[in-house]
């Protein structure tokens, strides 16, 4: 089968559930709001600030790539810098298909020019609300709802997680961890995930991307994540291939497969920071044909230089994946949403199977 062209994976309804708030600004707006708070940024031309963005991701270097995140974090210290960032996305998505996303950023990072934990929330739901209206009056109807990063190295997770539970019936319906996971493991923070479940509320941990099987397990099994970011390295718990007819999952892969825990996979981020090869060895072929619950997505859209129509137009020249499998990947993702479960099933019977009945013809 031929591979699905990115434009007509575009109108597509798509579900987002990794993706960075502060790895998907539109570059023109960086330069303005720069200029505005007086940061010096590599480049003051669009394009090339976009080009930069993406060579410096792909250098290799982990100084470079974190560099990125300071440029773009300097310009969300502002109520104003942080409600247009979020507005633009909402509505960058939206233009994108994107039905349903869970955008994540880490209040923390936003604290620079005085701004409380409390009004970094507010600014950014406000930014998502604004955005979220134009694009529905545009006709691409789009619902983020908001996860809540601490990181990892710091030490604020509790303060964080508590952050996460006084907003969540305000947009945030999910808590995470992200940074360096080397040297970093999820167990430090497990005050904060074990008074999330106290309040039931959900998580999913930044684990198995650089980083091997420990790090996969820990959030599993001793924080208790809903979800898995990436959990890419899951594949050093699977030998053999289904090719081959000789696979076998080890203990650990078998859990996360049996209990449907899903993985957000984000290829094009992957292989950049060198979890995968390419986007043709990347583990979500295996990964697919064993049917574990994988999701597809975007990471750092800017870094990256992608989006979700690009993202899956990848995998479907990569794998051969039509629209069957692009809806497969969709449901999965929407399965997955920390929003109730009638919410989730309202999206995937009025929204997603329409739609994919509609192209799959
Ligand atoms: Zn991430």
């Known amino acids: 089968m031929a591979a699905i062209a990115f434009s007509d994976i ?74 247009r960032v979020a507005r633009e996305c909402a509505l960058d998505l939206a233009a994108d298909g994107v039905v349903y996303a869970e955008v994540r950023y880490a209040p923390e990072q936003h604290l620079e020019r005085g701004l409380s934990l409390d009004e970094v929330v507010e600014a950014v739901n406000a930014g ?47 808590f995470d961890i992200a940074g360096a996971e080397a040297g970093f493991p999820p167990t430090r923070h497990l005050d904060a995930f074990e008074y ?21 397990w820990q959030a599993i099994q001793w924080c208790g994540a809903d979800r898995l970011g990436h959990g890419v390295r899951l594949v050093d718990d699977i030998a053999g291939t289904p090719a081959g007819g000789d696979v076998v999952l080890g203990r650990l892969a078998a859990y996360v497969r049996d209990k449907r825990i899903p993985l957000e996979l984000c290829p094009s981020s992957n292989v950049q920071t060198g979890a995968a090869a390419s ?43 039509g629209w069957s499998e692009l809806q497969w990947l969709t449901i999965n993702a929407m399965k997955s949403a920390f929003i109730p479960y009638d919410e989730r099933l309202a999206i995937i019977n009025d929204l997603i199977k329409p739609g994919y009945a509609k192209l799959i013809g």
């Open 10 to 83: 575009v109108p597509a309804p798509k579900v987002l559930l990794h993706d960075h708030l502060d790895g998907g600004l539109r570059p023109a707006t960086i330069i303005e709001l720069a200029e505005r708070v007086g940061h010096e940024l590599p480049a003051t031309d669009p394009a090339a600030l976009a080009e930069w963005f993406v060579a410096a991701a792909d250098s290799g270097s982990l100084e470079r790539y974190l560099e990125t995140f300071a440029h773009t974090v300097a310009v969300m210290q502002t109520e104003e810098g942080l409600r």
């Open 128 to 174: 998502f609300a604004e955005g979220m209206a134009e694009a529905a009056a545009q006709g691409t109807p789009i619902r983020i709802g908001v996860l809540l990063t601490a990181m990892r190295h710091a030490a604020r997770s509790q303060e964080i997680a508590e952050l996460s539970v006084r907003y969540r019936d305000a947009g945030v319906v999910g």
């Open 196 to 216: 999330l479940q106290r309040e039931n509320f959900h998580f999913t941990i930044h684990a198995g991307e650089a980083f091997g099987l420990p790090s996969i």
């Open 279 to 321: 986007i043709g060895e990347h583990p979500i072929g295996l990964l697919h044909d064993l049917r574990f619950r994988v999701t597809v997505n975007t990471d750092n859209r800017l870094m990256s230089g992608t989006s979700m129509s690009r993202e899956m137009a990848l995998l479907s020249e990569a794998f051969g994946w």
